[in-house]
């Protein structure tokens, strides 16, 4: 099979620039409006969940990072000890997106940020059982906090309307 050529055409791709083409820009033209400038009023539930995510996310990655260029490695070896710093780095920065994406009202950031409330949730009994209450109260109440108002109706609500500008 023989593709087709085209023809060349004058402009850009043979040299040749038009005299009112200009390479320099027009900071002065109208832009459409920013999606962020111009969002929707959000409700009291979809900034404290963006906050606690971002908390979260922000408390995970930082404390591992931590932990791991402070302690010697105890019970993995050195590349166990880098993959378990990398996956709780990740889990941290996939809290803070999904706190982003809910706060820019993206309905599909609420399921996972549910999964992921819920797996903190059940984390923070470990910390009872063990015997470290106040720890277990640390992830307990902000995850719970988050788990219950991505439930609740306005939240809902926020996260399913149409944005005007789609």
Known sequence: MRAAV???APGWFNGAMA???SVQPDFNAPRPPR???QARPRPLAVWVIFLILFVQGLAVAFSTIASAVASPPQVLDTAGQIALVVLY???GLILVVLG???FLGVQGARTPAMVLQLLIVVLSFSFFSGGASLIGLAFLVPAAVALVLLFIRPTQVWLSE???QD
Request: glycine share 0%; no cysteine; charged share 30%.
């Open 6 to 8: 085209l023809p060349a």
């Open 19 to 21: 005299p009112e083409d």
């Open 35 to 37: 999606r962020f400038v």
């Open 89 to 91: 780095v990740l889990f």
């Open 100 to 102: 982003f994406r809910i």
């Open 162 to 164: 149409a944005d005007p």
